[in-house]
């Protein structure tokens, strides 16, 4: 599997992305209960057909992107990238507070911890992100190869894990969450998203307070094909964040409703097929 994706990276972007328009809507025409999981999350979101019927096609250039963007550093090809909001990260660090970017599953998320790595690690040290690792060991190779980057750390889904996020942020340094990922059962509470109950992190609340690390919202927005992308970054404000009397679950429904403000302006770049209603897995 390596080799192929190796192969797949000699390939230009604009193919790759084309490519992933075509097995976008395989995917969506193979699976009943992929399309039936797309149409009630949209549903829910109150979204219309044409507002959301392009993120078919988007959800399989995902996926086609991948060997690109992974194997990308070693055949040296640059990104071409626009940036709008790094004026909130280099505040963060400035202050040597800290910074949270807080990275939903909209746009290309998987070039987000690329390039905050490749733009702040030098000076400010490694972005940590946290990483749970693929079910499949054939897969969980090749992403752990594929990841290991300069002033890229990857910390456990456990609580050595938070440690090390608390230690990167007492340090000044940069950390990175994914806040609409369904984390383990402990690791989160029940608050509506789309007017449903979905289980979400409390992670990215608890480390802000014990480190007033700043927090912010970012993606990776995905021109039209073979144009590149945006990284936008946009401040997280809840007045109650670092307040330890105000409730945690406060904080996760201004976080949910903040992701929702965002998808709301790209919904053809939100991924609507993940499962983001399914219970939390035990912690293993």
Not at 23 to 38: N, V
Not at 52 to 80: C, F, N, S, T, Y
Not at 102 to 117: F, R, T, V, Y
């Amino acid at each position: 599997m390596t080799a192929l994706f190796r192969l797949l990276a000699r390939l230009p972007l604009t193919w790759l992305q084309t490519l992933g328009q075509g097995l976008g809507w395989l995917a969506w025409w193979a699976s009943p209960t992929y399309r039936r999981r797309f149409v009630d999350n949209t549903q829910a979101a109150g979204l219309s057909w044409a507002q959301v019927r392009p993120a078919i096609g988007a959800a399989g250039v995902m996926l086609a992107e991948l060997p690109w963007l992974w194997m990308r550093k070693a055949r040296g090809q640059p990104i071409p990238l626009q940036w709008d909001g790094s004026e909130h990260v280099e505040q963060g660090l400035e202050e040597g507070r800290g910074v949270i970017v807080l990275s939903p599953h909209l746009g290309c998320w998987e070039l987000g911890a690329q390039i905050l790595a490749e733009r702040w690690g030098s000076q400010h040290g490694p972005l940590w992100v946290m990483y749970r690792p693929a079910r499949k060991a054939w897969l969980e190779a090749l992403v752990a190869h594929s990841r290991q980057r300069p002033n890229l750390q990857a910390a456990p889904a456990n609580q050595s894990g938070v440690r090390q996020l608390l230690r990167a942020l007492r340090q000044g340094g940069l950390v990175a969450l994914l806040p609409d990922q369904v984390p383990p059962l402990g690791q989160g509470v029940w608050a509506p998203f789309w007017g449903r109950d979905a289980y979400t992190i409390t992670l990215a609340a608890r480390l802000a307070r014990q480190t007033q690390a700043r927090v912010v919202m970012a993606w990776c927005e995905r021109l039209p094909i073979g144009q590149g992308f945006i990284a936008h970054v946009e401040p997280w404000e809840f007045s109650g964040l670092y307040d330890p009397q105000t409730p945690v679950e406060e904080a996760v429904l201004a976080m949910n409703a903040h992701i929702e403000s965002m998808v709301r302006r790209a919904p053809a770049q939100y991924l609507w097929g993940y499962a983001r209603y399914k219970q939390p897995r035990a912690q293993g």
